[in-house]
């Protein structure tokens, strides 16, 4: 896979976590801001997914197989997201708690990814 995509994904990830994990300290739930920040980081890993697709269908494989990784790119395309709407419906603090613990689930899936792809 691309190292720099990964690392740009994992970056934007924790900003966010950081982002979000501010708010939820002084008691605020999401703001239009954090939406914002979520698309980026979503557009991120939307592009990750793009990249990783045509990475494998020019031929190169994924050290643990191809099913695999691309279960956790849609994994990582699908984490913050899926917290986000999860927030809209928690307006509290907690739903800032939520898309912090996401932006930190999404780096952890990030490693995982280069584990997957990187021959051991």
Known sequence: MLDALTVAVSVAALALAA????????????????????AVVTFLALVQLVVGIVRLSSGEKAEEG???FVAYL????CAVPAAGFM???ERSRWGSATVAASGVVLAVLEVRLFDIWTVG
């Not at 994990?21 to 939406?35: C, E, I, L, Y």
């Open 19 to 38: 982002w979000c994990g501010f708010a939820f300290s002084r008691d605020q739930p999401t703001k239009d801001w954090h939406f914002i920040g979520m």
């Open 87 to 89: 927030s809209l419906t």
């Open 74 to 77: 849609l994994g990582s395309l």
């Open 66 to 68: 191809a099913t695999i």
